[in-house]
């Protein structure tokens, strides 16, 4: 799981680089020119030209990605999280009623509806492994790519179910009380660092939303998006721990 955050949190490093030079640029361009050379001139100029309606396609792009590598994320980490179970738990059996009801649900849906997802080979493939599952076969091996299945908009509700396919009850309020996440949200306890990071994502994905179909009013600046990627850093750091302190919790029951 640790290999999953580890990779979202280098995106997010990459992605903060470019907005902050964007800032930049958009703030050299408003100051006055005290370049004394003729290259200078032209290129405080220049940006001054573009300023932050220019920069503005770019930073949108950049929330684009920042919700498409928070997507990414959490498919990672889930299958990460699923992949591990049948070495910690050998026994199908005895793992969570919610981790076997997703898996059975999950590897239908894989079948059905999502069928184009996949190729011939990985459908062969969860079937085979849901069968050995229901014949306690051991080894056993679980169709993580399926139970991690999304197709809907990452808000706060969709993240809970999908945490939910692997026997967490509410991930919000397991999360609200990391130290992580409340050292982003300022020391006002639990329940109002829940709803804070619920209210961020769902605002960040209408923003998203109307940025990817080009509606609304929606114009976040550098600011705003690097508000959003500490955000994200937090959120990420703390579903990781919530998740690795519930694995250990499975195994030891």
């Known amino acids: 799981m640790r290999v999953a955050l580890n990779q979202f949190l280098a995106r997010l490093d990459s992605i903060e680089r470019i907005v902050t030079l964007l800032g930049n640029l958009v703030e050299f361009g408003r100051l006055p020119s005290g370049a004394s050379n003729p290259a200078g001139v032209t290129l405080h100029n220049l940006v001054r030209q573009v300023g932050q309606s220019g920069m503005q396609p770019i930073l949108d792009g950049c929330v684009l990605l920042l919700a498409?590598?928070?997507?990414?994320?959490?498919?990672?980490?889930?299958?990460?999280?699923?992949?591990?179970?049948?070495?910690?738990i050998p026994r199908y059996e005895d793992l969570p009623h919610a981790i076997k009801s997703a898996n059975?649900?999950?590897?239908?849906?894989?079948?059905?509806?999502?069928?184009s997802r996949f190729d011939e080979y990985e459908l062969r493939k969860?079937?085979?492994?849901?069968?050995?599952?229901?014949a306690g076969m051991t080894p056993y091996a679980l169709n993580a790519e399926a139970i991690a299945l999304n197709d809907r908009n990452l808000n706060s509700g969709t993240l809970r179910n999908l945490i939910g396919?692997?026997?967490?009850?509410?991930i919000w309020e397991r999360v609200a009380s990391t130290p992580t996440l409340q050292g982003w949200s300022g020391p006002r306890g639990s329940t109002v660092t829940l709803s804070l990071a619920?209210?961020?994502?769902?605002?960040?994905?209408?923003?998203?939303?109307?940025?990817?179909h080009r509606v609304g009013g929606?114009?976040?600046?550098?600011?705003?998006?690097?508000?959003?990627?500490?955000f994200k850093y937090a959120l990420a750091t703390s579903i990781v721990e919530?998740?690795?302190?519930?694995?250990?919790?499975?195994?030891?029951?």
Do not use: W, Y
Request: glycine residues 4%; negative net charge; proline residues 1%.
């Open 68 to 88: 498409a590598a928070f997507e990414q994320f959490i498919s990672d980490l889930m299958v990460a999280f699923v992949e591990d179970l049948p070495v910690a």
């Open 104 to 115: 059975d649900r999950q590897t239908g849906e894989a079948l059905g509806n999502s069928r």
């Open 126 to 134: 969860f079937v085979k492994n849901l069968a050995e599952c229901h």
């Open 165 to 170: 396919r692997l026997g967490v009850d509410n």
């Open 198 to 212: 619920q209210n961020r994502l769902n605002e960040f994905i209408r923003d998203r939303n109307q940025i990817a």
């Open 218 to 230: 929606a114009a976040l600046g550098s600011q705003a998006i690097l508000s959003i990627i500490e």
């Open 242 to 253: 919530t998740l690795e302190d519930h694995f250990s919790n499975l195994v030891q029951s």
